[in-house]
C-alpha cells in the first residue's frame, strides 16, 4: 500500500518546481522522475529552454510578410512616380532620399524613375495577393535596380534599399504561391484603356508643372495634343527652354512604352478562361440532386454553367462558385450528403489558398452557416430571409389575403387566363416563344442573377422544371397549338388564343426550378410591359393552386435582403438605431429591391428562413459586396448595349444569365 501511494504521489507531482541550491542560488528546476529505495524522491533538472526572441530579432510573421512588402512597393512607386515628374521635389531635400530609390539614375533619372514607380505599384497589388508571377517580376527588378544605382551613381544607399526589400521576399518565397486568376484576352483591352487613361493624366501633369518654362501659353488641347503625341514617341507642338524639352519627351515615352508593354504582354500570354460545368460535373451534380435535392431551395441553381465546382474526396458532396473580382463566390448551401460537406469545403478552401482568393458564401442555410463556420473558422452574418410557402396552408379566403384576391378577380375579369406545365410539356416552338419573351422583356442592358438564378429557360436536361405563363387574345386569331401535355389551370376563356405580334397572346411568364421531388424555387418572372398590373401576383396564385396536381407540396418565392429590419423598423417600439437602418434601407430601395420584394412576399403569407452571407473577416464585406453585385448584374463592366448591337452575330440567349425581378402594380 505504501509503494502503491509513493508512486501514485510520484506521478500526481511530475511538475516542473523552481527552487534554490544550499547557497540560496535560483536553479531552473526540475520534476520527479521515481523514489528510491529508502522512499526518497529522484528529481532530474530541467533542461533550460531557449529565450523568446524579441519581434525585432523575430522579424514580421511570415504571413504578413506579403502585405509589408506590398506597402513598402507602393510607397516606392509614389515616391519614384514623384521625383519623375516634380522638378522641385527633384531638386529639395528630398531628392537626398529619391535618388537612391531604384530605376532612379543615370541621364534618363526622370523618365526611368518614373517607368519604376509605374512597375512597382503595378506589382504591388500582385504581391499582397500572394502571386507566383509578381514575386519573379519583383525579384528581377530590385536586384536590377541595385546593380544599375552601384554601377551608374555608385550609391552603396541605393543599393542596400534595393537588397532591403529582396531579402524579405527570397526569405519568405513559399508565401508567394499563388496560381494565376482565370483570365481572357480581354484583359488586354482593359489595361489598354485604363494604363492609356492614367498615361494622360499623369502625362498632362508632367507637361504642366514645367509651365515656367514653357515657350508661349498652350491651350489644355495643345497641352493633350502633345501628350498624345508623346506617348507614341513623337515631337508634339509645345516647345521648352534648355533641357526640359527631352525631360519631357523621355517621361511620355516611357509611359507609352509600359502601356505597349504591358498590354502586348496580357494580349499574347497563355490563356486561362474561367471554369465552367462539363458535361461530366452536371451529370454528377444532378446524381447528387436527385438523392439530396430537397435540403436546400437553392440547390439546383448550383447547375448554372458559368459556374465551377469542387467535389468532396468521396464525392457525395460539392461546392460550386463563381470567381468575381478575386472573390471566390459560392451561393447556398453544399450540394449532397451533409456528412460530406466538410470534405467539400475543405477542398473549397483549399483552391481559394492556392489562387489568394477571397472565400465567401451567398444565400447559405443556417444549418450550412453552422457548417461553414465550424470546418473553416469563418465569420457568418444574416442577410435576408427566403419566402417559403407551404401550399397545404394556402388559401385566397379571409382578410389578410384580400388584396390578392381581389387582384386576381379583376385580371380574371379582364379576360387573362394561366397556364402551368412542367418544361417537357411544352412543344419547341412555345419554348423558343417563351425565350425571346423573356429576353426582350428583361428590361436592363445586362442580365442579373447568380445565387437564384438558373440561367436558361427549356434545356432539355431541365424537364422538372415549372412554367407558369398567363396569356391575353388581344383580337381574333387562330387558336396556338397546345403541347401534348397542357393541363390549363381554369382561369378565364377557353384556352389560349395566337393575337397579333411576335409572341402570340404571350403576357407574363413565371419559372420555377425543382426543390427535390415535391417542391420548386422561383427563378425568374418577366412580363410584358404593356400588359395590366398584377401579373406576378396572378401566376404565384396559379401555381400554388396548381401544385397539388402536380405533386407539389411547397413554393420558395423571392429572396427578401434585410427582411428581419424592415418587419421591426416598422413596429411599435423599434429602437432609434433600427430606426435609422430601415430608413437607409428604403432609400436604397430606389436603385435595389429591397423593400419592394419584402412586401411582394409579404402578400401571400409565407414563412421565413433566413439566409447568410459567410465571410472571413469584416475587412472583405466591402469587396465581397461589390463582388455580389457583379455577380447578380447590379454592377457591370461589359460594354454597353449600344455597341453590342453593331456586332456582326448577336448573343445566343439559351445560356444567358436569368434575372430575378418583380414589377408590382
Known amino acids: 500500500m505504501t509503494g502503491g501511494s509513493t508512486d501514485s504521489a510520484s506521478t500526481d507531482s511530475s511538475s516542473e518546481v523552481i527552487g534554490s541550491t544550499a547557497r540560496g542560488s535560483k536553479v531552473v528546476g526540475s520534476k520527479v522522475v521515481g523514489s528510491a529505495a529508502g522512499g526518497s524522491t529522484v528529481r ?7 529565450r523568446a ?17 506590398a506597402t513598402a512597393c507602393t510607397l516606392v512607386g509614389f515616391l519614384d512616380i514623384a521625383a519623375g515628374v516634380f522638378p522641385r521635389f527633384r531638386h529639395s531635400r528630398m531628392h537626398t532620399v529619391a535618388e537612391v530609390l531604384p530605376g532612379a539614375l543615370g541621364p534618363f533619372a526622370a523618365a526611368l524613375s518614373l517607368s519604376t514607380g509605374v512597375l512597382l505599384l503595378l506589382l504591388a497589388h500582385g504581391l499582397r495577393r500572394r502571386k507566383r508571377r509578381a514575386w519573379r517580376a519583383a525579384v528581377a527588378l530590385l536586384p536590377a535596380g541595385a546593380v544599375a544605382q552601384f ?45 492609356g487613361a492614367g498615361s494622360l493624366v499623369l502625362g498632362l501633369v508632367i507637361v504642366s508643372v514645367h509651365a515656367s518654362r514653357m515657350v508661349g501659353d498652350p491651350s489644355l488641347a495643345d497641352r493633350i495634343t502633345h501628350v498624345l503625341y508623346g506617348l507614341f514617341g513623337f515631337e508634339g507642338p509645345l516647345d521648352y527652354t534648355g533641357p526640359t524639352s527631352s525631360t519631357v519627351a523621355f517621361s511620355l515615352g516611357a509611359l507609352g512604352l509600359l502601356t505597349a508593354i504591358t ?15 462539363t458535361d461530366d460535373d452536371e451529370s454528377r451534380l444532378r446524381a447528387l440532386l436527385a438523392k439530396h435535392g430537397g435540403r436546400d431551395s437553392l440547390g439546383h441553381f448550383a447547375l448554372r454553367r458559368d459556374k465551377a465546382v469542387v467535389f468532396s474526396p468521396s464525392g457525395k458532396a460539392a461546392v460550386t462558385y463563381r470567381v468575381v473580382s478575386g472573390v471566390m463566390l459560392a451561393s447556398g448551401d ?31 442555410s443556417e444549418t450550412g452557416g453552422e457548417v461553414w ?25 379571409g382578410r389578410p389575403m384580400r388584396n390578392v384576391r381581389q387582384m386576381v378577380k379583376r385580371i380574371e375579369r379582364a379576360g387573362y387566363e394561366t397556364r402551368v406545365r412542367r418544361v417537357r410539356d411544352l412543344s419547341e416552338g412555345e419554348l423558343e416563344r417563351i425565350r425571346r419573351a423573356t429576353e426582350d422583356w428583361r428590361g436592363t442592358d445586362t442580365e442579373r442573377g447568380f445565387s437564384m438564378a438558373l440561367g436558361r429557360i427549356g434545356d432539355t436536361a431541365d424537364g422538372d422544371c415549372l412554367i407558369a405563363t398567363a396569356h391575353k387574345a388581344d383580337g381574333p386569331g387562330t387558336r396556338a397549338e397546345p403541347g401534348p401535355h397542357a393541363p390549363s389551370v381554369p382561369y378565364g376563356g377557353p384556352g389560349p388564343f395566337a393575337g397579333p405580334g411576335p409572341y402570340g397572346d404571350l403576357k407574363a411568364v413565371l419559372h420555377f426550378v425543382p426543390w427535390g421531388t415535391d417542391g420548386v424555387s422561383l427563378d425568374l418572372m418577366r412580363r410584358d410591359r404593356a400588359a395590366d398590373p398584377g401579373m406576378n401576383e396572378l401566376l404565384i396564385v396559379a401555381a400554388l393552386q396548381a401544385a397539388p396536381r402536380l405533386g407539389i407540396e411547397r413554393v420558395s418565392l423571392n429572396f427578401a435582403m434585410f427582411r428581419s429590419a424592415l418587419a421591426r423598423g416598422e413596429k411599435i417600439g423599434a429602437g432609434p438605431v433600427l430606426r435609422v437602418w430601415r430608413s437607409l434601407l428604403v432609400f436604397l430601395s430606389r436603385w435595389f429591391q429591397i423593400e419592394s420584394l419584402y412586401k411582394f412576399n409579404a402578400k401571400f403569407r409565407p414563412r421565413w ?57
Not at 526572441?53 to 512588402?69: F, H, K, T, W
Open 44 to 50: 532530474e533538472p530541467l533542461v533550460p529552454g531557449p
Open 53 to 69: 526572441r524579441s519581434p525585432l530579432v523575430r522579424g514580421p510573421r511570415p504571413d504578413a510578410v506579403p502585405a509589408l512588402i
Open 151 to 195: 554601377a551608374y551613381r555608385h550609391s552603396l544607399i541605393g543599393v542596400v534599399i534595393s537588397l532591403a526589400l529582396l531579402a524579405p521576399l527570397l526569405r519568405h518565397r513559399g508565401e508567394f504561391a499563388a496560381l494565376p486568376d482565370p483570365r481572357s484576352r480581354w484583359r488586354a483591352l482593359a489595361n489598354f484603356v485604363l494604363m
Open 263 to 277: 498590354t502586348i504582354y496580357l494580349a499574347f500570354r497563355p490563356e486561362h478562361p474561367a471554369a465552367r460545368l
Open 334 to 364: 453544399p450540394v449532397g450528403d451533409v456528412e460530406a460537406w466538410p470534405g467539400a469545403i475543405e477542398r473549397f478552401m483549399d483552391e481559394a489558398k492556392a489562387h489568394s482568393w477571397t472565400p465567401a458564401v451567398m444565400g447559405c
Open 373 to 397: 463556420t465550424r470546418e473553416t473558422g469563418l465569420d457568418a452574418l444574416e442577410l435576408g430571409d427566403e419566402a417559403v410557402v407551404d401550399v397545404v396552408d394556402f388559401s385566397l379566403s
Open 609 to 665: 428562413e433566413p439566409r447568410f452571407v459567410v465571410y472571413r473577416t469584416s475587412r472583405d464585406l466591402p469587396r465581397i459586396g461589390l463582388a455580389a453585385m457583379q455577380a447578380e448584374g447590379f454592377v457591370s463592366l461589359a460594354l454597353p448595349r449600344l455597341l453590342l448591337r453593331r456586332r456582326a452575330a448577336p448573343r445566343p440567349c439559351a445560356h444567358a444569365v436569368a434575372e430575378r425581378e418583380v414589377r408590382t402594380a
